[in-house]
């Protein structure tokens, strides 16, 4: 399958684990990485190149700092011009009917604080409700989040590498069809751990 | 020096009489007439040489047609073709079958009667024009229905002064025709021609017919590139003495031909009315066109005979409310078979009642011509003269009494003008252009000002609308409809003509906002001291742009660089305002030098520092929480 991945970083200068992961997206044969702050940065969407971008592909995924429970802003601005009614969704609109979406996402955040129980008391997925639905109107397949959580200490506590190589799998998985695409929509959350959602195989 | 003692009574007459006749809300053809009756009749100042001054007035009368003819646009008219025609002509031809009818009734031959029932039809197209604009009258539909008959009635005199010509040449004799031979050279013809006399008639109709042919056919193709030629000189007074000779020279043309030169010259200013230079003739010839007007009813007022006023006053004053009585009802008739309701019926009406100041000329030719007997013109020049001073009582008569008091319904939607407000933009070179476009492209009514006349050949050749002229003159902004503007643009290359034409502008058109091109920081305060409400630098925003494609080029995130480039342009703008109030109080002195330094350093501090320091903006935006905080 065709990847695309939108990554959305207004400082990557600054960026810790979002930029090696978007380094590693751009190595990674089948799959077309493009920096949306870089491409439009004075949010200037170009709608029809990017709605051609989407009918090209078959897994759009949406790599970006879980700013604020979303996405930065640029994001926003996309999904408002580029899915319009009668191409994305609507009575005439199918141009995406069947294919997979998910974000790829760093949060501050720990792991337990996205639970019933934790700091946010609301699983990482319902925050994700915005995306999964808007998903669903367009007809596409939403999988669930790829995350590293507690980024702010990932590179301090050793974390960074492990992540940044299962992205990797993860995405190779998705470009030669070996993920597990039923078991990743239905589960809450994709993390390092990805054995039992990819098919053995081909080598990576 | 007869011409120059005779030349200082006229002109001290008009400058006397005219403002005053103003002030008191009469007009400045009022003002004229009035000021002829005084020093002739009343202080016998002048005397029969009044009427040889006349002759030469009436070339006034040609130069108007002229203007009239400029003023066209064929494409407005031919939209307007249902009023024009509908309304203008059965406003005419109506009145006009009227008048003779009674003229008739009353005993008159038929070519007289048929002469002044023409003649009286006509309304003042000074007066009521004046008047309607004046008190923002003009856009509603009674307004909109006086402009139509107005302007039709001004596009009649061609046919009324051939139909005229055809009276007095079908040989009427009616009346001595001994003043024919003086010669009314320039607004009748009646006796040129006269080298064409001798030719047989088919070859003088194929003559004719060639002249007409030949104004059209050099106006389209031979005077546009004499004009740029012309005016590339840049002589100022060359171009005026062009357009002069123009005039003259068809009106020449014409009397040798034996047609009537107003003709010719309105011919002639249609066929310039969509030239670049249309602005500018209008400009040059306007004051010669004003001040030969104005001579001419001085020595129309001088020559009103007051014995006859005097004499039999009840006649002459029932004579004139009969005519504003008849007229009202024709028009007011009209005006409710073309759907005109309530108060813009009676403005209609009542606006147009009078007779109009053309009759006055007409009147002369008529009467030279032979087919109007010389007391029947004294009366009627009299009668037209009173129906002119009513006029004013009437306006006041609709405005006090009538327009509070009829309601004013939806008789007709008024025309939607989707354009978005009136631009002004003096100099069309880089600037201007892509103002002008914008503008443009977001249906902005835009008129555009230029002085070099290869530029606006050759924008006119893209299909944008430039009008020739220099901009720092105040007749050519008034001209381009700065008093209606709602916004003025001065783009133009020269320093300190810009200084000057916003200086102008500021003082002339208070009304109106100013955006101005400023060439570096110290003009921006300059003009905006001079009144501009806003001076852009003109190379700011380019070299910016290429700043921040500079920073990309040398791998500066996009995004990065465009945060940069704001906070450059956010910080050079605080500079600005900071060092304004220096800059005014004493110019580029030592303190000012200082000051600006210190702004730059500041600048490169801002740039340099990588600090997350929350004061500063620079570094502050998407600033990850700090490593220790453990709340999250």
């Known amino acids: 399958m065709k990847v695309l991945v939108l990554f959305a970083h207004p400082r990557p200068d600054r960026s810790e684990v979002n930029r090696p992961l978007f380094d590693t997206a751009r190595s990674i044969a089948g799959v077309d990485a493009v920096d949306l702050y870089a491409e439009y940065p004075d949010f200037g969407i170009d709608v029809l190149k990017e709605q051609r971008r989407l009918l090209t592909h078959d897994v759009i995924i949406f790599q970006h700092p879980f700013y604020w429970y979303s996405a930065p802003a640029i994001v926003k601005e996309w999904q408002d011009l580029v899915l319009e009614h009668g191409f994305a969704y609507g009575h005439d609109g199918h141009a995406l009917n069947g294919k997979i979406t998910m974000n790829a996402i760093t949060t501050g955040g720990r792991h337990d604080a996205y639970s019933a129980g934790g700091f946010n008391h609301i699983e990482l997925r319902s925050l994700l409700a915005p995306f999964e639905k808007t998903a669903d109107l367009c007809r596409m397949r939403y999988l669930a989040p790829f995350t590293l959580f507690g980024a702010g200490r990932a590179v301090e506590e050793g974390r960074l590498d492990t992540h940044v190589a299962a992205y990797g799998d993860l995405l190779k998985a998705l470009v030669s069809d070996r993920l597990k695409l039923e078991k990743a929509a239905a589960a809450a959350v994709l993390t390092d751990a990805l054995d039992g959602f990819v098919h053995e195989g081909e080598a990576a | ?632």
């Open chain 2, 1 to 632: 020096m007869e011409l120059l003692s005779d030349a200082f009574v006229y002109l001290l007459a008009a400058v006397v009489a005219v403002p005053l006749a103003n002030r008191l809300g009469l007009g400045s053809v009022l003002g004229y007439l009035i000021a002829g009756v005084v020093i002739g009749p009343l202080l016998g100042i002048v005397g029969a040489e009044a009427t040889q001054v006349q002759h030469f007035a009436e070339f006034g009368v040609v130069m108007m047609l002229f203007l009239v003819g400029l003023e066209l646009r064929p494409a407005m008219l031919w939209k307007m073709r249902r009023q024009l025609v509908g309304l203008g002509g059965l406003q005419v031809v109506g009145t006009t079958v009227a008048f003779a009818g009674v003229g008739i009734a009353f005993g008159l031959a038929w070519q007289s009667a048929l002469a002044l029932g023409m003649i009286l039809a006509l309304s003042s197209t000074a007066i009521v024009l004046q008047t309607l604009n004046e008190k923002g009258w003009l856009k509603t539909a009674g307004g909109q229905g006086s402009f139509s008959v107005l302007l039709t009635q001004d596009i009649a005199v061609i046919p009324i002064l051939a139909i005229l010509l055809l009276l007095a040449l079908s040989g009427t004799g009616v009346h001595d025709a001994g003043h024919a031979t003086e010669g009314h050279e320039t607004s009748g013809g009646a006796h040129g021609g006269e080298a064409l006399a001798a030719l047989p008639g088919w070859m003088q109709a194929l003559i004719i017919l060639a002249v007409i042919a030949g104004i059209i056919v050099a106006g389209r193709h031979m005077l546009r590139p004499v004009f740029r030629f012309i005016a590339e000189a840049k002589l100022r007074e060359i171009f005026t003495a062009t357009a002069l000779l123009l005039v003259i020279g068809i009106a020449l043309l014409m009397d040798f031909v034996g047609l009537s030169p107003a003709l010719g010259t309105f011919l002639a200013g249609v066929v310039l009315s969509d030239s670049d230079y249309r602005h500018e003739l209008e400009s040059d010839i306007e004051p010669f066109k004003g001040l030969l007007l104005g001579l001419f009813f001085l020595t129309v007022g001088a020559g009103i005979d007051f014995d006859l006023l005097f004499g039999v006053p009840v006649t002459i004053v029932s004579l004139a409310l009969g005519l504003m009585i008849f007229k009202f009802s024709v028009l007011f008739v009209l005006g409710t078979v073309f759907r005109l309701k309530g108060a813009d019926r009676w403005l209609f009406a009542l606006g147009l009642a009078q007779a109009g100041e053309f009759a006055f000329v007409l009147f002369g030719f008529a009467l030279g011509a032979g087919i109007l007997a010389p007391e029947l013109v004294q009366t009627m020049t009299l009668v037209v003269a009173i129906s002119m001073l009513l006029t004013p009582a009437l306006f006041i008569l609709y405005e006090k009494g009538i327009a509070p008091r009829v309601v004013r319904g939806s008789d007709r939607a008024p025309d939607v003008i989707d354009t978005k407000g009136r631009v002004v933009i003096a100099g069309m070179g880089r600037f201007g252009q892509i103002v002008t476009r914008l503008l443009m492209a977001n249906e902005c009514d835009v008129v555009v000002l230029d002085h070099d006349p290869v530029i606006v050949e050759n924008l006119g050749k893209i299909g944008m609308r430039t009008y020739y002229g220099d901009a720092t003159r105040p007749d050519l902004l008034h001209g381009a409809g700065l008093e209606d503007a709602d916004l003025f643009i001065a783009a133009l290359d020269d320093r300190d003509k810009q200084t000057l034409v916003v200086e102008h502008v500021a003082k002339t058109y208070p009304n109106v906002r100013i955006l101005a091109r400023a060439r570096d920081r110290h003009h921006v305060y300059e003009l905006e001291n001079a009144g501009a409400d806003i001076a852009e630098r003109e190379v700011f925003e380019g070299a910016l742009t290429v700043g921040r494609v500079a920073l990309r080029e040398l791998g500066v995130h996009p995004f990065r660089a465009e945060s940069k480039t704001r906070t450059f342009r956010k910080h050079d703008l605080v500079m600005l305002n900071d060092l304004r109030e220096n800059y005014n109080d004493g110019g580029i002195d030592k303190s000012y030098v200082d000051a600006m330094r210190g702004h730059s350093e500041t600048l490169f501090e801002i740039m340099r520092t990588e600090q997350a320091d929350r004061t500063e903006n620079m570094e502050r935006g998407w600033t990850p929480p700090p490593k220790g905080d453990s709340s999250l």
